[in-house]
Structures are given as structure tokens and as C-alpha cells.
């Protein structure tokens, strides 16, 4: 599993890459920052992960960053109405799924099943030592 440094802090925010190489998370914040409506949402989420501290992000607001789901410790960063999920892995990392628009109170069970099946990709290649950070 590759993931792509999508920002360096205190912690690290990775996302994964596809097999073309590509990251979806960094193409969708691209496509935020072209769209003059849309690069606030975008700036925002850059600035948020700015503040996480040095003991992680579970010490922001939770009007920022909180558990959507604590089986299987999936987080959402909030900037506005979207959100990014997300789950911590060990060595001050940050791992996130995705982007999207909420659209209801609470996060749909659909809409976590991608950040779950990350996560359960990504402890299956941590654990056969196959998790590779791409830092450029």
C-alpha cells in the first residue's frame, strides 16, 4: 500500500494511491482549490491541520475533528459542510479516505464503509510490512 503526504506537521496526513499512482484525495483538494466558491473548504482543512497538536488530533475541538465511528475508529476532519474521514495510525500519522459533502445529520453508514475498508487495508499491509510513505 502506497500513501501519498498530502500534508507534514506535528503529524503527518497521508492518503493512498491508486494503482495509476494517483492520489483522489489530493486531486479532489486540487479541484477545490481551482473552484473560487470552493477554495475556503480547502484552505481551511490546510489550516486545521496546522493546529493538530503535538499529542494528536484528538486534541482539537470536536467541532473540528471527533470519532464517527468508534468500532472501527474512523474520525472526520470538519471544514464547513464537508467532511474528511479519516483514522490514526501509529508514527504521528493521519490516514484519510476521503472527501465528501454532508448531507445529513449524521455521517451514512455508506459513506464510512470507504474509510472502514482503508483501514482494514491499511493494518493488513502494516502488519506483512508493506506500507510505503511516498514524501514528494
Known sequence: ?????????CWKIMAPMDGRGCCVLEDQL???MADPKLKGYALGLFALWDRIPPIGPRHLPTALYHCVDEAHGIYEFIKGPYRL???????AL????HLLRKKAQKIRARDKAPAIALRAAFLRAHAAKKVQLIEN
Request: proline share 0%; net charge negative.
Open 1 to 9: 500500500m502506497q500513501l501519498k503526504l498530502i500534508k507534514s506537521g
Open 30 to 32: 486540487i479541484e477545490q
Open 85 to 91: 474521514l479519516c483514522f490514526e495510525a501509529e508514527g
Open 94 to 97: 493521519v490516514v484519510c479516505s
